[in-house]
Structure formats: structure tokens, C-alpha cells
């Protein structure tokens, strides 16, 4: 088989970037480990910046993310028995876009079969060949026959625990991480939102955030011990846990309901640079992870994505290498700062178990500054619905 562009990962950054190159008449092969049902079993986050939702329009797939999606002009901070409104749109006039993940990936996987582009699902044992030069390859094994992927450029977009990112040298990659000494638990359920906007609440107790997917449905999260174990927190113990870390409105309007998903997630930092070797591309989770705090790391996919749509549209249809090679440079700077804010959300929301007197005072000062200078909510606003491409 040949392409000009295989994608590893049908994950929301190889699909999208696959719609992208479809719709310009660039041919692609996606080759995903898993099932496409597996795919969209996955639960993950749902706040979608402007700019991400401009990238859904352009691959002609943002219909239902404009009819059933809920746009949030701002959100609520709950600190100190309060709850603080910061509005996005009369701060600096934009909105988000509260849109499950899921359902971007089920648009996108409908995209792609109406346009008839090729997807392999459950691929094997997928190895990438000859990156330095122009002509790589990917093997891999479908059905238990080997195959062989001829193609001009490989987009690795196999999430955090894919091959393409190990597939660059030692000597070449650097990685910097920070782990946090937290995760979130999170439950999904059949529930009307606690408020219209959603609400991150920093407690002594800990952090929670009551988030949605749809006027029914609920996302809510407490942070928990990495310790803790699903099956210890029962969704009565859940719901007095949130409870205990929100305001007494808040608190009062919480309808518990039986969970039908419930997860413990880890929080983490990473990046992995640079973003290309020779003709390999890393985008989304395969090159960095955010906290999930600050509701970007789908919207990082799509801005890596972005940046290498448009290196690629210059190579096949301007016949120039400058998008490609600046694709790396371009993509780390949004990264850098996304990465910043959701470091900085994680830690001015959360409980540090470590945390000093000192450490939970400056805590206090942050959020005090924040709920009260036009300045700093500004910052937040324009980090929050996502910076510039
Ligand atoms: N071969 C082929 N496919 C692979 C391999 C492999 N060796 N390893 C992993 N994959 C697939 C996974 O099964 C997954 O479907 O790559 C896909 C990667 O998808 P995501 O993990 O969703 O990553 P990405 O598309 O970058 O999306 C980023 O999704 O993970 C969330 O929080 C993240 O919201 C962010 C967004
Ligand atoms: C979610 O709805 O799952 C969600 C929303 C905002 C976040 C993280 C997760 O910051």
C-alpha cells in the first residue's frame, strides 16, 4: 500500500488532521491499534476552544457540536464559601464550547467514512522505517498477515503510549515532566448540571470541578489520593465528598444520581521535543500531556494539528519545506504556554499534601487577586478560550 500521509492513531488528533487532508485532496491512511468502538468507549474531557471548534468547521464536521454543544460564556471559581463568576464574554468578547470529546470523535469517525478514507483499525505490532530519509515506511500486522505502508510523510498521533514518540532517537528527544502527587476521580451520571457554567472549587479538603455534558448529563470530579481505588468511593461517598468542597448553594443544588462511569485519573505534565524528525510529525498526546485542569489537552491536539495541516498543505501545494520545517518551533510555543496555564490551574486549585503554611497563603493571595483585578481575570480569560494559533 502507499500514501502520501500515514497517521498512527485514530485518536482526535489523527482523525482530525486525516479530515483536514482528505478535504484538500491530500491522501492518508490512519492505522490505529484499537477497535473503533474501544475508541469511543474512551471518557475524556469537554471544553472546546474557539479555535478548536474553527478546525472542526473546516473538516466539515462541527454541525452537531453547534446544535447539541452548550456555548459557556465564562465559569465559576468556588473558594473560601464563595462562588466567583469570570465572564469570558465581557472580558475579552469569546466564548468556549461544552462538547464531549467522545462525541468529537464520533463526528470525526462519520467524516471520515462519508468521505471514504481509508482507517485500519486494530493494526498490530506498527513500527516505523526509514524517518530519516524521504521515502519511510510503517509496517504493522492486520487479521495476522504483515503489511507494508509506503508513504511521504508519518503523523504520529498514538497518544502518550504510542510507538511513534520512541521511535526518535535517544540522542535526539529531550522530555520534561513534572507528576502530581494527586489524581482526579471522576463520575459521569444522569443529573441536570449543578449550575449553568461550570465550577472548578478549591477546599481545603481538596479540589473539585462540577462539569456537563448536556442540560441531563453531568461530569463531575473530586481530586483524590493515587492510593485511592475506584471501588473504595461508593457514589454516596462521591456525592458527600463534592459536597463538603462546594458552596452551600452549589451544595444545595446537587441531585445525586447513580454513577454509570466512574475513573481515576492521574494528573501529569509532559513534553517531549522536538515535534518532527526527519519525516516524523508528533501531534497531540504523543508529544505532551496537560493536567486536565485548565480543559486543554484536546485543544492542543488541534492546535498541533493546526500547524501541521498548513506545513503539509505547503509542501504538496506550494511545493515548499519552510511549514515543515518550522512545524516543530510553531506548535512548542502554543504548547509552552498551555502547559503554563494548566500548571498553574492545577496548582493554584488543588490541595498539595506537601504544601506548607506558606505554600497554602500564597494559594489564598492568588485567588484573591484573581477574584479581584480586572487584570489578572483577563489573563485567565484569554488562556482559558485558548491563545492565538
Ligand atoms: N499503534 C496504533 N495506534 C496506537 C498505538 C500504536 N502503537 N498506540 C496508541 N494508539 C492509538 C490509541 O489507541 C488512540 O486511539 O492512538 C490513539 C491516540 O489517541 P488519544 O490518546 O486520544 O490522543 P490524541 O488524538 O492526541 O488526543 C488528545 O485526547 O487523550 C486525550 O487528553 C487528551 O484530550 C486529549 C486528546
Ligand atoms: C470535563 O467536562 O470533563 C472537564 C471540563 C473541564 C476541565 C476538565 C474536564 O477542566
Partial sequence: MRTQVAII??????????????????????????????????????????????MLDEAGVGARMHSEGLVHDGVELAFGGQRHRISFRDLIGKAVIVYGQTEITRDLMEGRAAAGATTVYEAEDVSLHDIESDRPKVRYRHKGVEQELDCDFIAGCDGYHGISRRSIPDTVLRTYERVYPFGWLGILVDRPPVSEELIYANHERGFALCSMRSPTRSRLYIQCSLEDRVEDWSDERFYEELKRRLDDEAARRLEPGQSFEKSIAPLRSFVAEPLRHGRLFLAGDAAHIVPPTGAKGLNLAASDVFYLWQALLDFYKRGSSQGIDAYSGRALARVWKAERFSWWMTSMLHRFPESSGFDRKIQQAELDYLRSSQAAQISFAENYVGLPY
Avoid: C, F, M, W
Fill in 9 to 54: 492513531g485514530a485518536g482526535p488528533a489523527g482523525l482530525l488532521l486525516g479530515q483536514l487532508l482528505t478535504r484538500h485532496g491530500i491522501d492518508n491512511v490512519i492505522l490505529e491499534l484499537r477497535s473503533a468502538d474501544y475508541v469511543l468507549g474512551r471518557v475524556r474531557a469537554g471544553v472546546v476552544e474557539k479555535g478548536t471548534a474553527d
